[in-house]
């Protein structure tokens, strides 16, 4: 009679819905206590059923010779305080905690890799980096690489650098929402632009560029204004600079959600109702944006999920190798509120 395939340690983990290297800590009396109790019980359980006994050579495929993923962390102030970033680092814990990974932060000031950081990596013992690096320069992603170790960067995409992403396509998000101002009639959409050394907020700017363009609308650069912030105070600002110009915009789409609700701010300020004389749209849909008088329509991005798919991936990664760089794009929501209405030419 042919013999059975023998059971694995990955046929375990997918009968418990987790990954491999859970069930690893969890059948090692030395990290059993870093796995949840309940979720430990039902891993033995399934191993009994399945008739699964772990050998030695198992037990070192699935070792490394570290499990402690580093978030290195470029310190902005505005982005450190902001929800987007919280989601983010959310998603990342969670990731760690359901894999039995340790977690550890490090920051980098103002997004440059000094002498200080540079010594606290190498000092630590790590199986891979995450870093969410959206204004920092090419050097940043150069010292991490030479730790020896996966990278990956979540949510902004930076290619060329040899690191591994988790992404949302902000250009895209971006065309699909300024296309929807223009299906909605609008054809003088302003654009408040984030700061120019942001790469999330060129690649929406872009899209809005190519938004234009498919709708066959020309151009007005009027109708651009930039920020050199995501921030409420510099939104308020730009949109009193396009009302004092003297063709007025219909819609404006902003290149976040802050910018969106000083916009909205401002136009009740001068007393142009929003959505019945302007429209307005966001970017990253902040819980506030539910509550703004109109409620705001604006794009999500899924940040908890790429903090959680971060993970995920450097496992796949540390399972695998990573001989050739591997972006994982996340669907962004378009979701559609009050503060926008159809344009009465």
């Known amino acids: 009679m042919p013999q059975k395939n023998r059971v694995t340690i990955k046929d375990i983990a997918k009968e418990a819905g987790c990954h491999y290297s859970l069930v690893s800590l969890a059948l090692r009396e030395e990290t059993a206590h870093r796995v949840n109790p309940e979720t430990r019980k039902q891993i033995l359980e399934i191993c009994e059923r399945l008739n699964y006994f772990p050998d030695h050579s198992a037990r070192q495929l699935v070792s490394r010779e570290s499990n402690t993923i580093v978030f290195a962390l470029p310190f902005f102030a505005e982005m450190?305080?902001?929800?987007?970033?919280?989601?983010?680092?959310?998603?990342?814990m969670s990731g760690a905690t359901e894999h039995g990974?340790?977690?550890?932060?490090?920051?980098?000031?103002?997004?440059k890799m000094d002498t200080e950081t540079r010594e606290l990596l190498h000092g630590k013992r790590m199986a891979g980096i995450v870093t969410a690096a959206p204004d920092t320069s090419a050097d940043f992603f150069e010292e991490l690489k030479k730790m020896g170790v996966p990278v990956i960067v979540i949510c902004t995409y930076h290619p060329g650098h040899g690191t591994h992403h988790v992404y949302c396509d902000n250009e895209l998000?971006?065309?699909?929402?300024?296309?929807?101002?223009?299906?909605?009639?609008?054809?003088?959409?302003?654009?408040?632009k984030g700061p120019n050394q942001s790469c999330d907020a060129k690649a929406r700017f872009t899209g809005y560029l190519k938004a234009l363009k498919k709708h066959k609308i020309a151009l007005d650069e009027n109708l651009i204004v930039g920020a050199t912030c995501?921030?409420?105070?510099?939104?308020?600002?730009?949109?009193?600079?396009?009302?004092s110009r003297f063709e007025k915009p219909t819609a404006i789409c902003c290149a976040n959600d802050d910018l969106a609700?000083?916009?909205?701010?401002?136009?009740?300020?001068?007393?142009?109702?929003?959505?019945?004389?302007?429209?307005?749209?966001?970017?990253?849909?902040?819980?506030?944006?539910?509550?703004?008088?109109?409620?705001?329509?604006?794009?999500?991005?899924?940040?908890?999920?790429?903090g959680q798919e971060a993970v995920a991936l450097m496992l796949d990664i540390l399972e695998f190798g990573d001989k050739k760089m591997i972006d994982r794009c996340i669907d962004a929501k378009f979701i559609v509120r009050e503060s926008v209405s159809q344009n009465q030419k």
């Open 173 to 192: 998000a971006s065309l699909n929402a300024v296309s929807y101002l223009a299906q909605c009639g609008h054809e003088r959409i302003a654009m408040i």
């Open 101 to 111: 990974l340790d977690l550890h932060f490090l920051l980098a000031k103002e997004g």
């Open 230 to 243: 995501f921030s409420v105070p510099h939104g308020y600002e730009a949109t009193q600079t396009l009302f």
């Open 261 to 306: 609700i000083g916009c909205l701010k401002a136009l009740k300020e001068a007393r142009i109702k929003c959505p019945e004389e302007v429209s307005v749209v966001g970017f990253d849909n902040i819980a506030i944006t539910e509550y703004t008088h109109p409620p705001l329509t604006t794009v999500e991005q899924p940040f908890f999920k790429m």
């Open 80 to 92: 450190i305080a902001s929800e987007p970033f919280a989601k983010m680092i959310s998603g990342v």
